[in-house]
């Protein structure tokens, strides 16, 4: 139990620190708007309001390019055979970086922080994934994003990860029009070394998000992460969740942060997984000049 009051209070700290070092690299962000095309309209400069919502769609999109750091606190309700909580923050860096011709490559990593009661009580790091997905100029309304997805068994604990390195395809696509952002996220792991006692990797994660933005940086979104273990028996297979949330964009300072809160039900889950999650999330953003 000390434990997880630990990592969860390493957590929230991690948080509270980046918040109090916003005021100090504002200056470095001061005036920056989502991208060059978001700052002005064909006709002029765009509203305020307008610059938060193309601001929080590029915060929404997996594939935008801009620079952001989540930290997406998951508190799995229900979890293990008695039922208790599991705590898991996920650190998740994007960084974009230019391509020739327009292109854009997306690299987006997941470090997972995790406490847990069973099967064995005990914190520390999971296993790291990290995705690199090639982006081409929009389609209109329309991007994609298409690349391999890796994940290193670099858990510090044997029961917080799979001692497995595995890889995979990964690809997006995500369309925008007026107030709605809406798309899905996709990729399957298969591993190729690693603990031979283990199970081997094939997983895949298929994550839909729909998004529409409110007025004064209000968003109302649905984002549930579904997952198939293809090589688990059946009834053990999948994690379904359902369920929706609601979301603001803050600025501290002169730099935005994107925080929003969800509450999803798992209705078909592996036996001893959390029947509910409620994801808190706070996304700090560095939008290009």
């Given at each position: 139990?000390?434990?997880?009051?630990?990592?969860?209070?390493?957590?929230?700290?991690?948080?509270?620190?980046?918040l109090?070092?916003?005021p100090?690299?504002a200056?470095?962000?001061?005036?920056?708007?989502?991208?060059?095309?978001t700052?002005?309209?064909?006709?002029?400069?765009?509203?305020?309001?307008?610059?938060?919502?193309?601001?929080i769609?590029?915060?929404q999109?997996?594939?935008?390019?801009?620079?952001?750091?989540?930290?997406?606190?998951?508190?799995?309700?229900?979890?293990?055979p008695?039922?208790?909580?599991?705590?898991?923050?996920?650190?998740?860096p994007?960084?974009?970086?230019?391509?020739?011709?327009?292109?854009?490559?997306?690299t987006?990593?997941?470090?997972?922080?995790?406490?847990?009661?069973?099967?064995?009580?005990?914190?520390?790091?999971?296993?790291?994934?990290?995705?690199?997905?090639?982006?081409?100029?929009?389609?209109?309304?329309?991007?994609?994003?298409?690349?391999?997805?890796?994940?290193?068994?670099?858990?510090?604990?044997?029961?917080l990860?799979?001692?497995?390195?595995?890889?995979?395809?990964?690809g997006?696509?995500?369309?925008?029009?007026?107030?709605?952002?809406?798309?899905?996220?996709?990729?399957?792991?298969w591993?190729?070394a690693?603990?031979?006692?283990?199970?081997?990797v094939?997983?895949?994660?298929?994550?839909?998000?729909?998004?529409?933005n409110?007025?004064?940086?209000?968003?109302?979104?649905?984002?549930?992460?579904?997952?198939?273990?293809?090589?688990?028996?059946?009834?053990?297979?999948?994690?379904?969740?359902?369920?929706g949330?609601?979301?603001?964009l803050?600025?501290?300072?002169k730099?935005?942060v994107?925080?929003?809160?969800?509450?999803l039900?798992?209705?078909?889950?592996?036996?001893?997984?959390?029947?509910?999650?409620?994801?808190?999330t706070?996304?700090?953003?560095?939008?290009?000049?």
């Amino acid at each position: 139990m000390q434990r997880r009051k630990e990592i969860f209070l390493f957590c929230i700290l991690m948080i509270f620190f980046g918040l109090l070092a916003l005021p100090v690299s504002a200056g470095a962000v001061e005036g920056q708007g989502v991208s060059s095309q978001t700052q002005e309209g064909g006709t002029g400069t765009l509203s305020i309001e307008e610059k938060n919502e193309a601001l929080i769609k590029a915060a929404q999109n997996p594939i935008a390019n801009m620079v952001s750091v989540p930290f997406q606190s998951n508190f799995n309700l229900g979890y293990g055979p008695h039922g208790k909580m599991q705590y898991v923050c996920n650190v998740q860096p994007v960084y974009p970086i230019g391509l020739p011709h327009r292109w854009t490559l997306i690299t987006r990593n997941i470090l997972p922080v995790v406490a847990q009661p069973w099967p064995k009580n005990t914190g520390g790091l999971g296993d790291l994934t990290s995705s690199f997905f090639f982006t081409p100029p929009p389609f209109g309304d329309l991007m994609v994003g298409v690349g391999p997805v890796l994940q290193f068994p670099t858990a510090t604990d044997r029961t917080l990860g799979l001692e497995k390195w595995s890889v995979g395809p990964t690809g997006v696509i995500v369309y925008s029009k007026g107030h709605w952002l809406l798309g899905a996220l996709i990729n399957n792991l298969w591993s190729y070394a690693g603990n031979r006692n283990r199970q081997d990797v094939n997983t895949m994660t298929l994550q839909p998000f729909v998004n529409y933005n409110l007025p004064k940086g209000w968003f109302l979104f649905t984002s549930p992460i579904m997952t198939a273990e293809w090589n688990a028996k059946n009834g053990e297979k999948w994690t379904l969740p359902v369920g929706g949330g609601l979301g603001k964009l803050f600025r501290f300072g002169k730099v935005p942060v994107n925080m929003s809160v969800q509450g999803l039900y798992n209705m078909e889950r592996p036996r001893y997984q959390a029947d509910w999650t409620v994801r808190y999330t706070v996304q700090f953003l560095f939008p290009k000049s």
